[in-house]
């Protein structure tokens, strides 16, 4: 996969576009040349995006829950008001989305603002099941030369994930031969919450269910605090995939920028027992990977919830890391939390003298702020490093992990038809079912 090279596209000015053939004469940073936002999901991690959009125009704000609508209002007064995000689409002048609301709408916000042309920011995880991943991977695919998009995977931003990638490319532990991602967050829920009282008036309860199976109102599933409530709901397989999706997005993101991996041909998993109500606690998850153009078939596991992979040395305790990636290769290891790297050169041979580092110039440029990276894209080349191909394919491979957990098997994939080929009954769990009356690519 490519990623890094930008498909080259001048067709900026489609439908989804502000961007009118007179403004760009003025150049993407003009002040007049501006996108008109819809943010759907206006609290917790939306709080994190008010600065990048300030100025922007913010034309309409979307949340069931009428009274953050109400604290939206006071930075963004021009915009529009809307409990239920299908109307708020509905909105003429919107070009350009960002989506924070809980996961399993995700996709949903993410099709649908697509197919009508828009920019779209998604909060992570992009995808709750393989068949959102390859919904939400393909809309974006056909519509790459007109929009922008972004994975919420912010992190991303850090320098240290250019240096993890340079030093991989360039051979610093000679050939890569298998990567771990690893994340030590334990949640553990025992089941849905009981019913327990009736939601707020202004709290549109069933809108917050939207397209997942309904259980009861609990208040203790929005007891959490800002940016931080998405714990309160994320590991009930209804409303989320558990730390899967949640660390699992920012922390696979370390080995992902690094390996320019498609999908797996093989999933397999093991973990606690499976719990038809909530995701698992402890989990690893493995998967075999081809060949690309610089690099041997290779392996790459998840682990979670205190399982880990071995430590390359046992002076190096990766359980001081909290959310880490462990390349490993001929000449040794590589480690790396989010911001910082280790190398551990190891065996005969290891001497480095392989090794060359880059020149200052040869280096991978910082890409600055991570929303500013969008926002400049959609009003220019329309280039992210985390697209919904990128993040698309990185979430489809963590969410037939998931499968494979389900079906206690190793799975043979077939990545062009989205098929399990051997154990056929996988299939039937690459997908959510909805309530009637929701579309996932509406
Ligand atoms: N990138 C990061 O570092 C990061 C950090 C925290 C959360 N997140 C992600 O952001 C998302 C939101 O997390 P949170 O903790 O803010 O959750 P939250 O439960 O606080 O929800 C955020 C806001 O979205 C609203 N909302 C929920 N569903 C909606 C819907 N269908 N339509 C309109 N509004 C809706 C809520 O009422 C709330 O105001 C999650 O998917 C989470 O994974 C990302």
């Known amino acids: 996969m490519k990623r890094r090279q930008?498909?080259?596209?001048?067709?900026v000015a489609g439908a989804g576009c502000l961007i009118a053939p007179s403004l760009r004469l003025f150049g993407a940073d003009a002040p007049s040349n501006k996108l008109n936002i819809a943010l759907i999901g206006v609290w917790g991690r939306a709080l994190a995006h008010y600065k990048a959009i300030e100025n922007e125009n913010v034309v309409a704000l979307c949340d069931v829950n009428e009274r953050r609508l109400g604290e939206a209002s006071a930075k963004f007064p021009k915009a529009k008001h809307y409990v239920d995000w299908r109307k708020c689409l509905e909105q003429k002048d919107i070009n350009a989305v960002i989506c924070c609301t809980a996961d399993h709408t995700h996709a949903f916000v993410a099709n649908w603002a697509m197919n009508r042309g828009h920019h779209v920011y998604c909060e992570k995880p992009l995808a709750n099941s393989v068949e959102e991943a390859r919904v939400v991977r393909a809309n974006f695919l056909k519509n790459r030369n007109k929009i922008a998009t972004q994975c919420g995977t912010q992190r991303h931003e850090y320098e240290n994930f250019n240096r993890v990638r340079e030093l991989i490319r360039d051979g610093v532990i000679g050939e890569l031969q298998q990567v771990s991602a690893w994340g030590n967050r334990q949640l553990r829920?025992?089941?849905?919450?009981?019913?327990?009282?009736?939601?707020?008036?202004?709290?549109?309860y069933d809108l917050w269910i939207g397209p997942s199976a309904f259980h009861p109102y609990n208040p203790d599933y929005f007891s959490g605090g800002a940016g931080m409530n998405c714990l309160q709901w994320n590991m009930y397989w209804?409303?989320?995939?558990?730390?899967?999706?949640?660390?699992?997005?920012?922390?696979?993101?370390?080995?992902?920028?690094?390996?320019?991996?498609?999908?797996p041909l093989t999933a397999q998993a093991a973990g606690e027992p499976w719990n038809p109500e909530v995701s698992p606690v402890a989990l690893e998850m493995h998967f075999e990977h081809p060949a690309n153009d610089w690099r041997p078939p290779i392996q790459v596991s998840w682990y979670q919830g205190g399982v880990m992979p071995a430590s390359p040395a046992p002076w190096v305790d990766l359980n001081k890391i909290g959310h880490?990636?462990?390349?490993?290769?001929?000449?040794?290891?590589?480690?790396?939390?989010?911001?910082?790297?280790?190398?551990?050169?190891?065996?005969?041979?290891?001497?480095?003298?392989?090794?060359?580092?880059?020149?200052?110039?040869?280096?991978?440029?910082?890409?600055g702020n991570f929303q500013q990276e969008w926002i400049k894209a959609c009003k220019g080349n329309l280039k992210t490093s985390c697209d919904f191909e990128y993040s698309g394919n990185m979430i489809e491979q963590m969410m037939l992990g998931l499968v494979a957990y389900r079906v206690g098997k190793k799975l043979s994939y077939d990545g062009a038809t989205g098929r399990v080929t051997d154990v056929l009954e996988a299939n039937e769990f690459l997908k959510r079912t909805y309530r009637p009356g929701w579309t996932l690519d509406g």
């Open 238 to 263: 209804d409303f989320g995939t558990g730390q899967v999706g949640d660390m699992g997005s920012h922390t696979m993101d370390i080995a992902w920028n690094a390996i320019d991996a498609g999908l």
């Open 324 to 367: 880490g990636a462990l390349f490993e290769g001929s000449k040794g290891a590589l480690v790396s939390e989010f911001n910082a790297r280790l190398i551990i050169p190891s065996g005969n041979g290891a001497d480095m003298t392989y090794y060359k580092p880059r020149a200052k110039e040869a280096l991978i440029p910082p890409m």
């Open 189 to 204: 829920r025992p089941g849905y919450l009981p019913a327990s009282g009736a939601p707020p008036s202004d709290f549109h």
């Open 6 to 11: 930008f498909l080259a596209s001048s067709a």
